[in-house]
């Protein structure tokens, strides 16, 4: 069984500081006391303002399910899509570095992944793959052979001593 980790010190229940004072000092984001909240939740809480986290996550589901009901759910879908692509614009060299990095220091996470969505999506991938085949095959056609023929020139240039 995979042990539940909160915060970005990863910390388990075990590990989390007991009170407010002594993770906020050790630079934890997260603290955990044993004793139930106001709603009977036994769960950790946030250093930052002391709620339990299982109540604010009962809360967000809340306020979530009322926002998408209401009338202008696809306005404020379109609006946090559009913020979401003017954050990138203004910070995609440091996202896509930080992605990078991930993805390099996660291979193992990453490899995993691709494998699941390509035995997941097999029969989508081959259908796609076809229909490239099919669109752009003179274009392919035409690739394939100047690439044979640049590697024969090659070839004949090594051989003849003209290459070096």
């Given at each position: 069984?995979?042990?539940?980790?909160?915060?970005?010190?990863?910390?388990?229940?075990?590990?989390?500081?007991?009170?407010?004072?002594d993770?906020?000092?050790?630079?934890?984001?997260?603290?955990?006391?044993?004793?139930p909240?106001?709603?009977?939740?036994?769960a950790?809480?946030?250093?930052?303002?002391?709620?339990?986290?299982?109540?604010?996550?009962?809360?967000?589901?809340?306020?979530?399910?009322k926002?998408?009901?209401?009338p202008?759910?696809?306005?404020?879908?379109?609006e946090?899509?559009?913020?979401?692509?003017?954050?990138?614009?203004?910070?995609?060299?440091?996202?896509?570095r930080?992605?990078?990095?991930?993805?390099t220091?996660?291979?193992?996470?990453?490899?995993?992944?691709?494998?699941?969505?390509?035995?997941?999506?097999?029969?989508?991938?081959?259908?796609r793959?076809?229909?490239?085949?099919?669109?752009?095959?003179?274009?392919l056609?035409?690739?394939?052979?100047?690439?044979?023929?640049?590697?024969?020139?090659?070839?004949?240039?090594?051989?003849?001593?003209?290459?070096?």
């Amino acid at each position: 069984m995979i042990e539940k980790t909160y915060g970005p010190a990863k910390l388990t229940i075990e590990q989390m500081y007991s009170n407010r004072q002594d993770a906020d000092a050790a630079g934890h984001s997260h603290f955990f006391t044993g004793k139930p909240c106001k709603n009977n939740h036994i769960a950790h809480r946030a250093v930052k303002h002391g709620r339990c986290m299982e109540c604010l996550r009962i809360r967000s589901k809340k306020a979530y399910a009322k926002l998408k009901n209401s009338p202008n759910w696809e306005l404020l879908k379109e609006e946090r899509r559009i913020k979401k692509q003017q954050f990138y614009k203004e910070n995609k060299e440091r996202i896509d570095r930080e992605n990078k990095a991930w993805r390099t220091s996660n291979k193992d996470k990453m490899d995993k992944y691709y494998k699941n969505y390509y035995d997941d999506n097999l029969k989508e991938i081959r259908a796609r793959k076809r229909k490239y085949y099919e669109d752009n095959q003179e274009k392919l056609i035409k690739y394939q052979r100047d690439y044979r023929k640049s590697v024969k020139e090659e070839k004949n240039m090594i051989e003849d001593g003209d290459f070096l």
